[in-house]
């Protein structure tokens, strides 16, 4: 008998727990890359696309991404067409795709995130019925089963807002609450790690009705160009990611499953199936991998693939993995 | 004690015994690799293939590299089940790629990217000219066999092969190479070997070159070269250092007709317009990703008109 990978994250069923972090996957491009199988049958149990904001933004001067030593830093800056642009364009091709989709939504101040989400709920509410899905035996047809939000308050490349936000608790609640007020589905808060103690912000964020958390974003971090001795980036600093971080982001996600009760997407450095496994022992209830799909684009399917034998062969199920870095001896 | 952490990716994409799971990169392994003075031409044994137009690029890494990421390397030369890159070794990652033997295995994933627009390179009555600086000739063997394979009809073999009609044999292909020095000089030799080829089946292909230490000629920069021979009307397929392109734009802006497409490169990550990572500034003061809307822009679009 096969292991269940099936999990809920509020009223989303996934087929699997790996998903994407935003901003590390354009299936659309990817598509045009690999070919359309990868809309078909996407990589990931739900997509997440990149952060959209209010207005568009052409993001930060390049150079934009530097490699260092086990990791990646990146000032990207949330390049993205606008809330109007991603209604129209992206959100109808988003809704065709046979899996979950979690959209991404950034911004300067707690108007900007509640326009955001209004603007988003009311598209959603306009489509006159939601498309059918791959499996008829799935869950029913609301939007509200298939759409979640995640509120990026954690992003270390834009100038105002972002990681401001998500590292004042009192900002973050703020935020949250006026989003919650907007949005009915599922709603994701995006933590910084950049923090003395992320179950603060973590804590504010539940308290006014996140669903569920993302942790973590990236650090924030800086490199030199070696020759000038100079700061690398166009932007200075920027967000590392990569394998550098898993330690320090399974420290936060183990923290943050003592703190709450709600359930944790956790990402940070996840290269390989192992990185899977102990991310949710230390109570990741989904996983999302992000710098390693830049190695390998379709690494999350992958992962999906050999889950099942990889709980199996350690006699475990994935809900008596959830967890077990807690459980004392 | 512990189980220590296992480094090992899970993900080989060929997992014993099963197609599945399958990733998208191919393992390939090295089937030659030649020294070609500062540079390597590594020719990998690469099972699937796809063939790349050229300009293309590859994301490739050492099975073992002790990087990140692979690196975006332009495709140089294919075959069936098999594809050939020039490598400058100018970092941890591309200095690996230079040592490897044969049998060392290396992951690819490519082709990728837009490559060169051949029917405005070589349209009726055009003189195409490349313009390489140093390792940026790179692509430019695998553009003259695409050209080569254009002129000869499909029937006939390269030595009697006939040329189509549209392309006048009046114009040709100029090739115009610039190396820091002689040593570079060895990087040109695919170029020369193809460009050989093209003159073979009837089609004049004339390739220049210039050091910029004068240890083959008065020393000049490709550039030099590039305004003695400039006309209008031409076509042009660059690919170089930055200053090298803008160069060449500034050339073509003060020839009447004058055409440029250049192949950029940037620090990459996902290769597959994921991450924004590559992007870089248009004319218009928007952001193209090198690796997805390029890595061939056309000139206007980079310099503006």
Redesign the interface.
């Known amino acids: 008998m096969a292991v269940s990978l099936s999990v809920q994250l509020g009223p989303i069923n996934l087929a699997h727990p790996i998903i994407n972090a935003s901003?590390?996957?354009?299936i659309f491009?990817?598509a045009?890359?690999?070919g359309p199988h990868v809309l078909e049958r996407p990589p990931v149990a739900a997509y997440v696309p990149?952060t959209i904001t209010l207005k568009p933004r052409?993001?930060n001067?390049?150079?934009?991404?530097?490699?260092v030593t086990?990791?990646?830093i990146?000032s990207?800056g949330l390049?993205n067409e606008g809330l109007e642009v991603f209604v129209e364009r992206d959100l109808p091709r988003l809704l065709r795709l046979p899996c979950p989709v979690i959209l991404s939504i950034g911004g300067t101040s707690r108007g900007e995130y509640r326009s955001l989400a209004r603007g988003l709920r009311e598209a959603l509410e306009a489509v006159p019925a939601c498309p059918a899905r791959t499996d008829p035996g799935d869950q029913g047809t609301a939007w509200t089963s298939r759409v979640g939000l995640e509120l990026n308050i954690s992003c270390p490349n834009v100038e105002s807002g972002g990681m401001a936000i998500g590292s004042d608790p009192r900002e973050t609640q703020a935020v949250v609450a006026e989003v919650r007020e907007e949005w009915p589905g599922l709603l994701l808060a995006k933590l910084t790690p950049n923090v003395t103690d992320i179950t603060l912000p973590a804590r504010a964020a539940v308290a006014a009705g996140a669903d569920a958390l993302v942790a973590v974003n990236t650090y924030k971090a800086l490199a030199l160009d070696r020759h000038t001795l100079r700061p690398y980036l166009g932007n200075v600093a920027g967000g590392l990611s990569?394998?550098a971080i898993k330690p320090l982001a399974l420290r936060s996600i183990y923290e943050l499953y003592e703190a709450v009760d709600v359930p944790i997407v956790g990402m940070g450095g996840v290269?390989?199936?192992?990185?899977v496994l102990?991310f949710i022992s230390c109570g990741a209830t989904v996983v999302a991998v992000g710098?390693a799909?830049?190695?390998?684009?379709?690494?999350a399917?992958?992962?999906?693939?050999?889950l099942a034998e990889a709980l199996e062969e350690r006699g475990l199920t994935l809900s008596g993995l959830l967890g077990l870095a807690h459980v004392k001896e | 004690m512990p189980t220590q952490p296992d480094d090992e990716a899970v993900c080989s994409g060929e997992t014993a015994g099963s197609p599945e799971p399958r990733g998208a990169r191919i393992l390939g392994h090295v089937a030659r690799s030649e020294v070609l003075g500062p540079f390597t031409w590594l020719t990998v044994t690469a099972p699937g293939w796809q063939e790349a137009s050229a300009g293309q690029f590859a994301l490739v890494q050492w099975e073992k590299s002790r990087t990140l990421l692979p690196r975006a390397l332009s495709v140089a030369a294919q075959g069936e089940n098999e594809v050939s890159f020039l490598i400058a070794p100018v970092g941890q990652a591309t200095r690996e790629l230079c040592g490897l033997r044969e049998g060392d295995r290396v992951w690819i994933l490519g082709p990728l990217g837009r490559g060169f627009d051949l029917p405005a390179l070589v349209g009726e009555g055009r003189r195409t000219v490349v313009v390489a600086g140093g390792v940026g000739v790179a692509p430019f063997s695998l553009l003259l066999t695409a050209l080569r394979d254009k002129m000869c009809s499909s029937s006939g073999s390269l030595s009697a092969g006939r040329l189509r009609p549209s392309l006048s044999p009046g114009f040709g292909v100029l090739v115009l190479l610039g190396f820091r020095d002689s040593l570079q000089l060895a990087g040109a030799e695919p170029v020369f070997r193809v460009a050989a080829d093209l003159r073979e089946a009837g089609f004049p292909c004339r390739v220049e070159v210039v050091t910029e230490d004068g240890s083959q000629s008065p020393a000049a920069k490709v550039t030099d070269l590039l305004g003695r021979h400039l006309l209008p009307g031409d076509r042009l397929a660059v690919c170089g250092p930055w200053e090298m392109a803008r160069a060449v734009q500034h050339l073509c802006l003060g020839v009447e007709d004058v055409r440029a497409w250049y192949s950029l490169e940037a620090n990459m990550a996902c290769g597959v317009g994921s991450c924004h990572g590559c992007a870089v500034p248009l004319a218009d003061g928007s952001f193209a990703r090198v690796c997805h809307e390029g890595p061939v822009f056309a000139g206007e679009d980079i310099f503006g008109g």
């Open positions: 901003g590390t996957m354009d491009a990817l045009e890359s690999l990149k052409a993001g001067l390049p150079p934009r991404i530097v490699e086990g990791g990646l990146n990207v390049p990569g394998p290269a390989s199936l192992e990185d102990e710098t799909v830049f190695r390998e684009p379709l690494l399917r992958c992962f999906a693939a050999c």
